[in-house]
Structures are given as C-alpha cells and as structure tokens.
C-alpha cells in the first residue's frame, strides 16, 4: 500500500536519495523506484510510495510516484 510523503535528497550522479513518509520514516531509495522511468526527481517533490524490504534485508522505498 502506497503512503504519501515527500523526497528528501537526490543524488543525479550515484543514483539514489532518501524519502520521507509523513509519518516520520525515511528511507533509501534507487532510481530505479521512480515510477514513471525517469531516474531523477527532485528533492521536496511530494509523491506516493511504497515501503519494502530490499535484497539486503533492509527497507526501502519503492513506486515512487509525484503528485501532479
């Protein structure tokens, strides 16, 4: 189930950033999470996403998706 929050950092050049859920979480994430195929975005963008547990058992974000 998807949450709302918002983009936190972004790094262009690594790939990756930070996303903070409205209820506190922040959590890594890839380009590759980034809904629309793009591989950037914009820190403060607000946007929807979903929590899951990467491949190396900790918990990311994912199907991160801007609000328009």
Do not use: K, N, W
């Not at 929050?5 to 950033?17: C, E, I, K, N, T």
Request: with cysteine; net charge negative; glycine share 10%.
């Amino acid at each position: 189930m998807s949450s709302l929050g918002r983009v936190v950092d972004f790094d262009d050049a690594r790939g990756d950033g930070h996303f903070a859920f409205d209820d506190g979480t922040v959590l890594y994430f890839h380009c590759v999470s980034i809904a629309d195929a793009s591989r950037t975005i914009s820190p403060g963008t607000r946007a929807t996403a979903v929590r899951r547990t990467g491949l190396q058992g900790h918990d990311e974000a994912v199907d991160i998706r801007p609000i328009s």
